[in-house]
């Protein structure tokens, strides 16, 4: 199971919008069991976020993945993938 530490929620909070049309969390705590309600991931670079894509089949199109509204930048150089 993924761990979701202090920045990944944090930037999971503060731009959960990209994604969704109304908050789905409102504190960290419930932000947590979303993120693992989910199995949202946690990768280290820009390849591993194209191999997450490649892997679950989902096709973007030549669009960059990291502009995919399931994928936030953390402020650590990371990504956190969110599929919704």
């Known amino acids: 199971m993924q761990e979701y530490d202090a920045e990944v929620i944090k930037c999971f909070l503060e731009n959960q919008g990209k994604l969704f049309p109304e908050p789905v969390a409102g504190n960290d705590e419930e932000a947590e ?3 693992e309600d989910v199995c949202a ?3 280290n670079t820009k390849k591993e976020v194209q191999e997450y894509f490649e892997e679950e089949g989902i096709d973007l199109d030549g669009q ?3 502009a ?3 994928v936030f930048a953390l402020e650590d150089g990371r990504y956190l993938i969110v599929e919704g």
Do not use: G, I
């Open 33 to 35: 069991f979303f993120l």
């Open 41 to 43: 991931v946690v990768v």
């Open 64 to 66: 960059d993945p990291l």
């Open 68 to 70: 995919a509204d399931e």
